[in-house]
Every structure is written in C-alpha cells, then in structure tokens.
C-alpha cells in the first residue's frame, strides 16, 4: 500500500491525483498554513466575542473558525485537521451551539413570550460580558457554525466519486 | 457613486468570464473575485457586517469548490454546447427580464413605507439593549426568531448530508 501514492504522483495528464490531494500540497502552502492558522482561529474567537461591539458577530466568528480547520485540510490532509477536532465532538458542537440557542432563548421568556433577551434591562454600554444575552447567542452561533462548516467539509471530502473507481 | 457602478461592471465581467472560461480552477478563482467585488460594494453601501460575512463565506466557497476542482481528473471542460440551448437561454432570459421589469415597475419607492419600523429600531436599539452594534441588537434580540430558524437550516443541511454520504465505515474499509 505503502508504494501506491507514489506511483500516483505523476499521471499522464500531470494533474495531482486523489491520493495526493489527500496527503497535502507542497511545503511552501504547509509553511504558511502552520504560520497562519493559529492567528485565523484566535480572530475567528475575537470577532465572535466582540460581535455586540464592532461589526461580525457569531456567523461570521464561526466561519472564520471553520476556515482555519478547512485550511488544515487543504494544506496538510483530513487526517490532521481531525486530530485536531474530531468528527464526533465536531457532530455534538454543532448539537451543542443549537441548543444553547435554545436554552438561553427559553430562559429569557417570561411575559408569555419565548426567545426573549434576557436580564434585558442590566447591560453597561460598551462592556464586554455584563450587556445582557446577545454575547450568549453570540458564542452560539459561532459554535454551532464553525462545527457545522467543519463536518460538511468533512463529509464532503471523504465522499469519492465512483465513475472514477470504474 | 460612481465606484459603485465600476464594481457592478466589474461583477458582470466577472460572471460571463466564469461561464465561459475552459480551465475549471480558473473559473473558481474569479467566482472568487466575484465575491470579492460584491463585499467590496456591500462596504461602499456602509454595511460593514454583510460585507464581512459575504468575504467569509465566498472563501469557504471557493475553498470547497477548490477542493473539489483539484481532486477530480478533469480540470479542463469538455461539453460542447449546441445552438438550441443558447437560443432557449435566450428565450427564457429575456422572459425573465421583461416579467421582472413589469414587477419593479410597480414597487413601491425603496424605503418608502418600510422605514417607519426600522427607523424605531435604529433610534432605539441602543437604549433598549445597550448593544452598539445595531445589526447584532436587530438580528439577536428584535428579530431573533429569524436567526433560530436559519441556525435550524444549517443544522438540518449538517444532518442532510450525513444521512447522504452513506454509512462511516463504507470510508474506512476503501482505505
């Protein structure tokens, strides 16, 4: 087995094959991949966190998360990105994000209304934790979106097309 | 304004030329530009929120359909296309054109009866949530019910394409 991806490398047509793809690009994109996506993941939290304050806010935190892991899995294969997160706890973040929504929405609900903002009233201008519900949802959203985009990539790239087994 | 009407002739080029380009990572690549241009014209409308998330999302899409492009054998479009579905493009198009013509021509006035709502919620949404970025107050407090049902979208899309991409250990067992 061990033979086969080298094989691979050069076909006749010159295109990088599957087998190849799967293990990574040249080591100029993994150079800059390790420089960056430490940096991409830590803005992802900062404009998830700040999303009450300046423009962004959860989805656009949340993707900029799952970027960082998508850039793992260009870069340097599936394999390293899912040491990193894994399939299983990637399914129950997605899980856990839509019911946090949930739960914060159904505390906040009580002049018979649900999905209410709650301890509305409390918020300090331009704070970053004690203003009320909205950085709750925030941190939500983005973990329900980055862990969302992450197992679609996922599932995608181990879907293999069978006219090319044929 | 007139930066505005470049980046429109830009997104139009853009487009024609992903259609009709052969190489496919080509035509991924100015998909790219496309969206870039749109974000750039969603900043010059003064919605810094929309032109972050269109940037953010445009790349996850060019990402996958990199991806997607590099992993397949053929990188170069091989279709020929025949002259009767160009003429009924044409045909469809121009119906569209002209329906969607008669439609705008009775629209009412852009903001015109709309802006009595969301004037209140400009003017007020920073005293009744003490949050100063008015989008994140309209779309997680006035009008959260919205953004529930689209996290239940992406959450129902997550479990469509488990369920289509077959059992786990139909994967492991190829390897």
Redesign the interface.
């Given at each position: 087995m061990k033979n086969k991806p080298n094989q691979q490398i050069k076909s006749k047509t010159g295109i990088i094959d599957n087998d190849q793809a799967e293990q990574g690009m040249s080591i100029i994109v993994k150079t800059v991949t390790r420089l960056t996506v430490g940096v991409l993941f830590v803005y992802g939290i900062n404009v998830a966190l700040h999303g009450h304050i300046i423009p962004g806010g959860g989805f656009a935190g949340g993707a900029i998360i799952a970027l960082s892991l998508l850039n793992l899995v260009l870069a340097f294969g599936k394999d390293a990105a899912l040491e990193k997160l894994s399939q299983t706890w990637a399914i129950i973040f997605t899980t856990l994000g839509l019911l946090l929504f949930m739960v914060i929405g159904l505390f906040g609900s009580g002049n018979n209304s649900i999905l209410e903002s709650l301890f509305q009233d409390k918020g300090e201008l331009l704070s970053l934790l004690m203003i009320g519900s909205i950085p709750l949802l925030n941190i939500a959203v983005c973990l329900q979106v980055g862990a969302g985009i992450f197992v679609i990539f996922i599932y995608l790239v181990s879907l293999k097309p069978e006219a090319d087994k044929s | 304004m007139i930066e505005l009407y470049i980046l429109l002739i830009l997104m139009i080029i853009g487009a024609v030329l992903a259609l009709e380009i052969k190489d496919l990572l080509s035509a991924v690549i100015i998909t790219g530009a496309v969206g870039l241009c749109l974000s750039a014209a969603f900043l010059l409308l003064k919605a810094?929120?929309l032109?972050?998330?269109q940037l953010?999302?445009e790349?996850?899409l060019v990402?996958?359909l990199?991806?997607?492009t590099?992993?397949?054998?053929s990188?170069v479009e091989q279709s020929k296309r025949n002259h009767g579905t160009f003429v009924c493009v044409l045909i469809s198009l121009s119906l569209f054109l002209g329906a969607s013509g008669y439609v705008i021509a009775k629209l009412p006035i852009f903001g015109k009866p709309l802006m009595r709502i969301s004037r209140t919620y400009l003017s007020e949404a920073?005293f009744?949530?003490?949050?100063?970025?008015a989008?994140?107050?309209i779309?997680?407090?006035y009008r959260?019910?919205d953004?529930?049902v689209a996290?239940?979208a992406?959450?129902t899309?997550?479990i469509a394409?488990?369920a289509l991409?077959g059992p786990?250990s139909n994967?492991s067992n190829?390897k």
């Open positions: - | 810094p929120d032109a972050m998330t953010i999302a790349i996850v990402i996958i990199v991806r997607a590099i992993s397949s054998d990188r920073l009744q949530t003490t949050v100063s970025n989008v994140a107050a779309t997680l407090d959260i019910f953004t529930f996290l239940v992406l959450f899309g997550v394409i488990m991409s786990k994967n190829k």
